[in-house]
Nanobody, 126 residues
Framework: QVQLVESGGGSVQAGGSLRLSCAISGRSNENYFLAWFRQPPGKEREGVAAMYTGFGGGNIYYDDSVKGRFTISQDNSKNTLFLQMNVLRPEDTAMYYC??????????????????WGQGTQVTVS
């Protein structure tokens, strides 16, 4: 059973930055896809960024809406996933979730492809 705990959300003015963290525990190995999703108020959950963390990893995927502004990464221990968010916009306001799956999802930025989820952290941009 994989546990994911997000932190780092908050309120920020447009143009500002935030860094989200996701503490990961319970993985049986490193061969996982990890991803960040977000759910704006009244809308469906959408993929933001995803990456493969196993051997030879380096595959990183971004939604077009965040390319050039957001960066997904992990620490050297591979126990923490980050989302660095720069040049934030009001439309980035959402609950942000990290997610994990121990194989390659059919669609790396589709919520349906992921098995484990964190509880979310709120990001508000004004």
């Amino acid at each position: 059973q994989v546990q994911l705990v997000e932190s780092g959300g908050g309120s920020v003015q447009a143009g500002g930055s935030l860094r989200l963290s996701c503490a990961i525990s319970g993985r049986s190995n490193e061969n996982y896809f990890l991803a960040w999703f977000r759910q704006p108020p009244g809308k469906e959950r959408e993929g933001v960024a995803a990456m493969y963390t196993g051997f030879g990893g380096g595959n990183i995927y971004y939604d077009d809406s965040v390319k050039g502004r957001f960066t997904i990464s992990q620490d050297n221990s591979k126990n923490t996933l980050f989302l660095q968010m720069n040049v934030l916009r009001p439309e980035d306001t959402a609950m942000y979730y990290c997610a994990a799956v121990p194989l390659c999802p059919v669609s790396t930025l589709s919520p349906a492809g992921y098995t484990w989820w964190g509880q979310g952290t709120q990001v508000t941009v004004s």
